[in-house]
């Protein structure tokens, strides 16, 4: 009988370590998920809002050479104009 009580405690121990380090792997494993997924989800819209910074750049870019154009033919017309009629 005290054989098969020192079987059991040497078997509940070795279990209750077994258990203790499946939870620490699973903690360790459920970290290393939730920092892995923040960490690319921060990079994709670091990545993202980079992106969209660059269209809106481009398009600024486009609009301000479209309005100097237009500023300049208004001034050359009103230019035309303003001479005629001093002549």
Request: with cysteine; proline share 0%.
């Amino acid at each position: 009988m005290k054989n098969y009580i020192l079987l059991g405690l040497t078997f509940f121990m070795a279990s209750c370590a077994t258990v203790g380090a499946v939870i620490d792997g699973g903690i360790d494993l459920g970290s290393s998920v939730i920092d892995s997924t923040v960490k690319t989800a921060g990079n994709l819209t670091e990545a993202a809002l980079n992106d969209v910074s660059g269209v809106v750049s481009t398009v600024t870019d486009a609009t301000q050479d479209v309005v100097d154009t237009v500023v300049e033919n208004v001034d050359k017309q009103t230019d035309e104009l303003q001479t005629k009629e001093e002549e």
